[in-house]
């Protein structure tokens, strides 16, 4: 009976050291891990949202790169780490096509992390090393299946947007690329802008600024309607490919269990961030725009990841795509 009642006084203590640890967070900085490279577009997102949540949180948000693997290598560290909120997770689709597309995961992308919410939907753009020779998409789509054999297409490895969106391409226009993969696309533009590799489809948050360099030769945007800080590239519907469009959802997140508390002053954080003016006006000269504030919480993130992976398993399974 004593002993029951020193583990209910033991627990409530418990109880309320976390409770008041909650309402302390953060003390300490925080580190946002990014599953790419740095310097590529999900890392881009990651730096813009970290430091305008590192304002309203009186604490620094450290971006740490992770890459490897499509974004899992990164995923399968958050799914480890402690959940006191001082590990958050930036990453996209790619978390919902992940478990259909890898044959073994150490994680769930549905149970082992707590949503944190929706951050911003980016266009993708074909682009090309500057001396290639197809002058626009249509002569793009012949180049490339007159060619297939020596064509190469630059990826973020299996489970990317850029992959995804290459394979799309593929298997609508017929054609087998040699694919090279890369632990970002930050590397694989480096490698685009010297010409050690031919093609690629990657957010414009990564393109962008290259297309208006000229650097780069860009054929077409993956929406529906003309990106307006590129207003002179074509869809790629227009372009030659009806129909053909691919947009990235970026979400945040949290490992699985992180405090009620903590993930509301989160949330509430990266609502602040993607009403911030210059997060709105950064994000507008890269070609996207911040969720509506609804969005940017953990039912929507959390109902859209789970609509995500049923929407996409039954696709990449009938595709046969597969990695180890
Ligand atoms: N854009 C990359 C992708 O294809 C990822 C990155 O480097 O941020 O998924």
């Not at 992308?109 to 951050?119: R, S």
């Not at 590239?233 to 945040?252: D, I, M, N, S, Y």
């Not at 210059?278 to 504030?293: D, F, I, N, W, Y």
Request: hydrophobic content about 40%; some cysteine; charged content about 20%.
């Amino acid at each position: 009976m004593m002993l029951k009642f020193a583990q209910f006084l033991m627990s409530l203590t418990i109880l309320g050291w976390s409770a008041a640890n909650a309402q302390d967070y953060p003390t300490r900085p925080i580190t946002m891990i990014v599953p790419f490279s740095a310097g590529g577009p999900t890392d881009t997102v990651a730096r813009l949202i970290a430091q305008s949540m590192g304002t309203t949180l009186k604490q620094q948000i450290v971006v740490e790169n992770v890459p490897g693997a499509g974004g899992t290598i990164g995923a399968t560290k958050v799914a480890k780490a402690k959940p006191d909120g001082y590990t958050l997770f930036l990453h996209h689709i790619g978390h919902a096509t992940a478990p259909a597309l890898y044959r073994k995961l150490a994680y769930n992308a549905l149970e082992d992390f707590e949503p944190i919410g929706l951050v911003t939907d980016v266009p993708m753009t074909f682009v090309a090393k500057s001396n290639f020779a197809p002058k626009d998409f249509k002569e793009l789509i012949n180049h490339v299946k007159a060619n297939k054999d020596k064509v190469t297409l630059a990826n973020a490895g299996v489970g990317s947007a850029s992959h995804l969106c290459g394979l799309l391409f593929m298997s609508t226009i017929e054609a087998d690329l040699t694919t090279v993969p890369y632990k970002g696309t930050s590397p694989a533009m480096t490698d685009l802008l010297g010409g050690q590799v031919d093609m690629m489809c990657d957010q414009t948050t990564n393109t962008t600024s290259q297309i208006k360099a000229n650097k780069i030769k860009v054929y077409c945007v993956t929406t529906p309607k003309r990106v307006p800080s590129l207003p002179d590239v074509p869809t790629c519907g227009e372009a030659g490919l009806p129909k053909f469009e691919v947009g990235v959802w970026h979400g945040l997140y949290a490992p699985k269990g992180t405090p009620k508390p903590v993930m509301d002053k989160l949330a509430s954080a990266l609502q602040a961030a993607l009403k911030e003016a210059t997060v709105k006006s950064r994000m507008a000269e890269l070609g996207t725009e911040p969720v509506a504030q609804d969005k940017a919480t953990p039912e929507a993130l959390r109902a859209h990841l789970k609509a995500e992976v049923d929407k996409w398993s039954p696709i990449i399974k009938k595709a046969g795509v597969y990695a180890d």
